[in-house]
Every structure is written in structure tokens, then in C-alpha cells.
């Protein structure tokens, strides 16, 4: 794999760990964690879309 990809996934990895409420770090982050390795690129830039929602929205989302 490329550096960019990796510095990439890195970031994805951060960004997933660190959005804002415990909760979801944790769900989202081992998700993450686990998972990135298998990712394509498209599904990549899928999951920084999804990174850029809101902690609100996607536990609302996860709860009901």
C-alpha cells in the first residue's frame, strides 16, 4: 500500500476515536479499527463521509 493511503487510514483511525462523545468513539472506533484493513478505496472515502456526520444524528440513528 501507498504512504497516502495509509496516512489516509490513519487519519480515518484517528477521526473515528475521537469525535466527541465516549460513546461513540467507542462503537465507532473499534468498528474502524477492526475493519480498515479490508476497505477499498471507494468504501475509504465512503467512511469520511460518514466520519463527517454528527455524533447526534448517528446515535439517533444507532438508537431507534
Do not use: A, C, P, W
Not at 461513540?24 to 469520511?48: A, R, T
Amino acid at each position: 500500500m501507498n504512504n497516502k493511503t495509509d496516512n489516509f487510514k490513519k487519519r480515518l483511525i484517528y477521526r473515528s476515536q475521537y469525535r466527541g462523545t465516549k460513546e461513540m468513539d467507542k462503537l465507532i472506533g473499534s468498528f474502524v479499527q477492526k475493519n480498515i484493513e479490508n476497505f477499498s478505496e471507494i468504501q475509504l472515502k465512503e467512511l469520511e463521509k460518514f466520519l463527517n456526520i454528527d455524533d447526534d444524528t448517528l446515535y439517533k440513528l444507532y438508537t431507534d
